[in-house]
């Protein structure tokens, strides 16, 4: 799977199928899946998006995503809420017991595009934090257990990838990661692993990371693909 984000398609997911003869575009709820043949050279992916824009525009784009005060964001270390809170002159926040309060004013319009960009930042900035604070030391830990080495790890706001690894040994984590159960960021952690020996997706890259999870790697990976997290589209949209 490979993902992206146009700035007006939003963000797309690229699927190879081996069954599929042509390039297939469909809308599956925040997004855009494109299906291509099994041998589609992805890096013909900005022209074919060129070719088919026209007709992908014609398939409607979703109005934004908003969040309410009966929304829960969840991730991997805490849940954000909005409270109103008639002793607050403006947006706090607050971090305890694995909730993350956004306590807003009580007469707060949250429908309101800068209140709706305030709180989004908000819930990104901690989610940065966590990011930092967790995934570096997921890493190291699973390095440790299969006995691998890797250079450093660092965490970005990519919404095209959860994580990518360079001929450096460098790991990099988009903070978006902590959105997805934990079961899927273990498995992404340890593909990104997986390529500080195979830099590829080869056969001997898919046998080393079934060996890393116990023969479910493929079966994570796809779930890993269809997995849309709660909350993703609010805020990842630009």
Partial sequence: MYELIDKELGRIV??????????????RGGYIQLTVPDRFNMKNIPSLLQELKPGIMKLGRPSPACITEEDVISTLTFDAHIVRDPYVEKRRLSLKNGNL????????????PENQESIKKAIINVLRLEAKRVLPVKTAFFAEKQGLTYNQVKINSSRSRWGSCSIKKNINFSLFLMLLPERLINYVVLHELAHTIEMNHSERFWQLLERFCDGKARMLRKEVKDYVPNGYRFLIQK
């Fill in 14 to 27: 690229v699927n190879h199928h081996k069954r599929a003869k042509r390039v297939i575009a469909r809308r």
């Fill in 101 to 112: 309060h956004i306590f807003v004013p009580s007469l707060t319009d949250i429908s309101l």
